[in-house]
């Protein structure tokens, strides 16, 4: 009797929950969902010039296999790889770091906060025209600096070992106040006892950072992570903004590969396999990650 | 007070487009034609000019459409739009490459029987500058053609005590001059090329060394090619003659550098369409005199390198007979704006007054009619085609850039610039199946 | 003891002096940026402090620019579009994923977190051959609709629901409201800061877009305003100061209304269920 009543209600709650999330999740199926289960149905097309750009004849696995097959295709991968790996380990380091400085008390806090965020909410068009001129090998502030010494400096952007590095340097200012924050929050929710706690025990500042401060905020680093590696391949822009691939082809990343070879060359079977191969391979890497997560969470 | 300053800020920043310039006029139910340009033309004077003569002519606005980026981003832009099913009416092409693809693509509208319909034949007009297809149609009209030569600084000849180049040479003699000229304490170098194709691998193009097999595969690895990429390099990274890549990535040389920093580069090869940057004090002012010199040539190769703009209808447009119009407009009058050569089979003693009068006065004595005339036309030189074309040609490019500039940069040598141009040439030409 | 406060003391006025240098050296490309763009293009490279005359072409080289306004009001259209109809659709969502039990719930929001993890980059061939088909290219709708139903706001929004005490709805339940009324009477009124948080965030993230409105838009007039930045790279190399008024002109906006609604701006990231 009872049950029935609640069920009931239950069924009516369901309705309601139902209608209430349909025009969000129609909108994100026919928008966001769709276009990307296109993609794999794209990489199995031949559509590979501008001549066959509306085709839907099965190619097989041929769009893959050329995709494998592309030395340039490696290239950038690997570079999108490095780009990543630097990324990720400065704005994680960095930003705890800073995190733990701001959790002090300072004249100009707040101001200096601000100064600190304030390159995450600017564009990275804009960005790359003021350190491209920063850079500037021969007429740039920054090298001027190398002059007073007698040396020419860095070529930057121009060295083929230095350009994927300072692009990624470049994203690391830009990105670093979202880390900033986050753990800066997560910091602030340590409840003070603890380190009162780790006084008595007369613990020194790195054992309070190791054996306080870790444990409480892990799942914070952990998903901050997860977001970093993401945001890690989301470099399109940056690459293109200061570098365009260049020189020759040191700081050529996969966005840039798919990018070109979809809509400069035409090869949009060829581009949608490197698509969805990348995709797969950031779901595998976050995948390894979570693993890692679940691991030490249990251990700490 | 903070928050009210920060607010009046606020509201200024976004008030701001309402104070800026730019009003637009409502286009009402007169005629026009839409077409696109490069970011660069939208400001050049000739270009608004052109489009000024044709409205007042036909009474058919233009509306020009530039496309954010660079040169390269242009093109590769038009082609993203094109195969989008961009409703533009007139599609410029610059250089036959793109043309091409975009030929193939089936972009364009043919355009034989409309041509015809207009009373003229295209064939007898421009000659073998008409690009007719297999098929038998042509796809665009071509509106001018670029030739190749060489521009030189007088007042550094001058100071070196070299008389200015005339007549037939050979790269060797150029190569000569360009050291002789090279002056490292005042940063004077002889030469100054483009690190990109046709510049170096000139003397092969001139040669007419093929860029593919018979079967189509890449021919990229060719002791003429190799030749001249070494010819290249000597210049830029052993005698130090010409102006070294790694300072032109570092000087952020662009197309128009040489316009701008031609006060220490003695000599400079690029199309006939550089004169038009030389005459314009407006743009780029200058203190030194320049003039211009045959493009040198190999051995038992006299060839010039020449490249045409082409003009066709996109196969959606719009407004098909004003764009039509536009493009017949075009083909006849473009090159009197631009100061440039005329795609006409044969050119006229008028149209040789017309075109190089106009930039012989406009360069103020620097130059004569006779010199360019000699210089381009006139000059008993065969003509080849600048660009690559046939399949993946774009990428083709791009590779044959980027690992040449590696090797420029002594990042590999040329065994290895060689190689993996020939594999990723040949990876891009097997992914267009 | 007097020794060991000093010490501290200098310690500490130390600690605050490296916090302001770094802190000015985070922000010395936009103090660079501005300075710049008031010069001649001669004088783009003299030294950052030297004398010089400010002078105010270069911004009406870009103002002046005959799609400038076009390019600002797309803009300004595109993002608040966007917010609008992202509020429409998420606030239902978030409040039915934070309080509504429904079969499926968590395979849906399984989903939904899942495409998380495909950056747009990925995706940008069949996004942009899917909006051909369906001809919605070239206009500031291709950029809206997509960016109606995004994942982050749905969890930065039910994270808030869920911190609103499960009390106040059930005794809006009990005095016979329905979910909808609840929402609108209850939910909306009390979440003043997550709403002003997506409005911040949504504006940071479409005035920044770039890829998008490139490759999307073909039409100059069409266009948004950080690929529009492009248009003043044309002329090569040779003009930065241009370039970089064009650069203040996109980023000094932004900036000021960050400086605006930092609160805001912080409260949102550290409650975006980022902290797991």
Not at chain 1, 264 to 285: D, L, R, W
Not at chain 3, 254 to 271: D, E, H, N, P, R
Request: net charge negative; charged share 15%; glycine share 6%.
């Amino acid at each position: 009797m009872n049950k029935t009543r609640l069920s009931k209600s239950a069924r009516r709650d369901e309705r309601t929950g139902y209608l209430l999330i349909l025009p969000f999740v129609l909108a994100f199926a026919v928008f966001k969902l769709y276009p990307m289960l296109y993609g794999i149905l794209v990489s199995f097309w031949k559509r590979n010039s501008l001549r066959t750009r509306a085709s839907t004849d099965f190619a097989g696995l041929d769009n893959y296999i050329t995709a494998i097959q592309t030395s340039t295709v490696w290239t950038s991968f690997l570079h999108s790889i490095v780009f990543s790996v630097i990324y990720v380990v400065l704005v994680m380091l960095l930003g705890f770091i800073v995190a733990v400085l701001f959790n002090k008390k300072f004249k100009g806090r707040t101001a200096v906060r601000t100064m600190f965020y304030m390159p995450y909410v600017t564009n990275m068009i804009a960005v790359g025209i003021v350190f491209k001129y920063m850079l500037n090998p021969t007429h740039g502030p920054v090298n001027a600096l190398w002059r007073i010494f007698g040396s020419t400096g860095p070529q930057w952007f121009n060295s083929p070992v230095l350009a994927l590095p300072t692009t990624t340097v470049v994203a690391v200012w830009a990105a670093l106040a979202f880390v900033i924050i986050t753990i800066l929050a997560a910091l602030q929710d340590v409840p003070e006892e603890l380190f009162e706690v780790a006084d008595i025990e007369g613990a020194g500042r790195w054992q309070k950072i190791r054996y306080v401060v870790l444990p409480m905020i892990a799942p914070t680093l952990f998903m901050l992570l997860t977001i970093c590696i993401i945001n890690s391949f989301r470099n399109y822009t940056t690459i293109v903004a200061l570098t365009n691939g260049g020189p020759g082809t040191a700081s050529r990343v996969l966005s840039l590969q798919i990018y070109e070879d979809a809509f400069t060359y035409s090869k949009y079977g060829v581009a949608a396999a490197e698509g969805v191969m990348f995709a797969a391979f950031i779901i595998f890497v976050n995948a390894i990650v979570s693993k890692v997560r679940s691991k030490c969470l249990e251990r700490l | 007070m903070k928050k009210i300053a920060l607010a009046a800020i606020l509201v200024l920043l976004i008030a701001l487009p309402v104070f800026a310039g730019g009003s637009k006029e409502e286009t009402t139910d007169e005629r026009v034609v839409t077409t696109v340009c490069r970011a660069s033309y939208a400001n050049e004077v000739w270009y608004n000019e052109m489009n000024k003569a044709f409205e007042e002519e036909t009474g058919i606005h233009v509306i020009v459409q530039p496309t954010p980026g660079n040169d390269d981003d242009h093109d590769s832009k038009v082609n993203i739009d094109l195969a989008a099913g961009s409703t533009i009416d007139v599609i410029p092409s610059l250089g036959p490459r793109y043309y091409a693809a975009r030929v193939e693509a089936g972009f364009f509208v043919p355009l034989r029987e409309l041509v015809e319909g207009a009373g003229i034949n295209a064939e007898e007009k421009f000659g073998a500058n008409l690009p007719v297809e297999e098929d038998g149609d042509y796809y665009s009209l071509p509106s001018k053609i670029e030739a190749y030569c060489v521009f030189y600084n007088k007042d550094l000849f001058d100071k070196a005590g070299i008389p200015y180049p005339t007549g037939a040479w050979t790269w060797d003699d150029y190569r000569e001059t360009a050291i002789a000229l090279t002056d490292p304490e005042n940063g004077v170098y002889g030469s100054f090329m483009n690190a990109e194709n046709p510049w170096t691998i000139l003397s092969s193009v001139q040669k007419e060394d093929p860029f593919y097999t018979e079967d189509g595969w890449c021919n990229f690895d060719t002791p003429s090619r190799r030749e001249a990429i070494e010819w290249f390099y000597d210049m830029s990274n052993i005698t130090k003659c010409q102006m070294p890549v790694d300072e032109m990535l570092n000087e952020n040389v662009s197309w128009n550098y040489y316009a701008m920093a031609g006060d220490h580069l003695a000599m400079f090869s690029q199309g006939n369409w550089f004169t038009r940057l030389l005459n314009s004090q407006a743009d780029y002012p200058r203190d030194w005199k320049y003039g211009i010199a045959l493009t040198p040539a190999p051995e038992g190769a006299n060839n010039n390198i020449v490249s045409a703009a082409y003009n066709s209808i996109n196969v959606n447009a719009e407004h098909p007979e004003e764009a039509l119009e536009y493009v017949l407009w075009l083909s006849e009058n473009q090159w009197r704006f631009e100061g440039g050569i005329p795609a006409y089979a044969e050119m006229t003693e008028e149209d040789r007054q017309i075109a190089f009068g106009a930039m012989a006065e406009a360069s103020e004595g620097q130059i004569t009619v006779d010199d360019l005339y000699n210089c381009l036309v006139n000059n008993g030189m065969g003509a080849v085609q600048s660009d690559i074309i046939g399949t993946a040609a774009d990428e083709y490019n791009r590779i044959a850039n980027e690992e040449l500039q590696a090797y420029f940069l002594d990042l590999q040598d040329l065994d290895t610039a060689m190689a993996n141009i020939t594999r990723r040439v040949n990876e891009a030409i097997q992914s267009y199946e | 003891m007097p020794g060991k406060t000093v010490e501290k003391n200098i310690g500490h006025i130390a600690f605050t002096v490296i916090m302001w240098v770094l802190a000015i050296m985070m922000v010395m490309p936009f103090v660079m940026m501005v300075i710049i763009s008031f010069r001649t293009q001669g004088e783009a490279y003299e030294p950052i402090f030297a004398p010089f005359t400010p002078i105010l072409r270069n911004y009406q080289q870009v103002l002046g620019h005959e799609n400038f306004v076009d390019w600002y009001v797309n803009t300004f259209e595109t993002v608040i579009i966007t917010i609008i109809l992202r509020l429409i659709v998420t606030l239902p969502a978030a409040y039915a994923f934070s309080r509504i039990k429904f079969r499926g719930s968590r395979a849906i929001m399984a989903v939904l977190m899942a495409t998380l993890m495909v950056p747009g980059e990925t995706t940008m061939v069949p996004r942009y051959l899917y909006f051909s088909n369906i001809n919605l290219l070239d206009s500031i709708w291709v950029i809206i609709l997509p960016e109606i139903s995004e994942v982050f706001y749905l969890m930065l929004m039910s994270e808030f629901f869920r911190s609103i005490p499960e009390d106040l709805s059930e005794a809006a339940k009990i005095d016979g409201l329905g979910h909808l009324k609840i929402l609108l009477t209850i939910f909306i009124p009390l979440s003043g800061p997550a709403i002003a948080t997506t409005v911040l965030f949504s504006f940071i993230n479409i005035w920044n877009n770039f890829l998008d409105p490139y490759l999307f838009i073909s039409s100059i007039d069409h266009q948004l305003i950080t690929p529009a930045l492009r248009f003043f790279q044309g002329r090569g190399g040779a003009d930065v100061p241009v370039q970089l008024a064009g650069a203040s002109v996109a980023t000094i906006p932004i900036i000021v209304l960050f400086i605006f609604t930092q609160k805001y701006f912080v409260a949102g990231v550290s409650s975006s269920g980022i902290k797991g």
